[in-house]
């Protein structure tokens, strides 16, 4: 079996949630089909808006992140619900979680220099600074 290839996030408008990982979270779109799916790069799996499945409810999204304090204030003005606050973890690692437009739960997880339970090699990296 191989690494995880890409995961699919039902979304009710695709517009809006494109601009959102877009714009709002710095992903390169890797492709897109018409109004049906946005593909984006994250640097691991590649996460696929897709307006063709149903949405049964939110989803919770994990990235690693640099920058978490700039990320988050950034994120906060222009109007992202913070729904856990940052603090350590007992692995080690600074946690926040927030809310993107249609409810899903993205966690951003930023090391703190000791390796804990939840530390991974190169996993998917958020930009902090915006476009």
Known sequence: MGKLDEVH?????LARMRDYYEAELGFGVAFSHEDRIVAFDTGGAMLVLDATKPRTGPVYLGFQVTGTAELIARLAARGTPVVVPTSKQHWGELLTI?????GNRLAFEEGTGSKGHHHRPQRARVRAEGK
Do not use: A, K, S
């Open 9 to 13: 996030l039902p979304v009710l408008n």
């Open 98 to 102: 927030v809310e993107d437009p249609e």
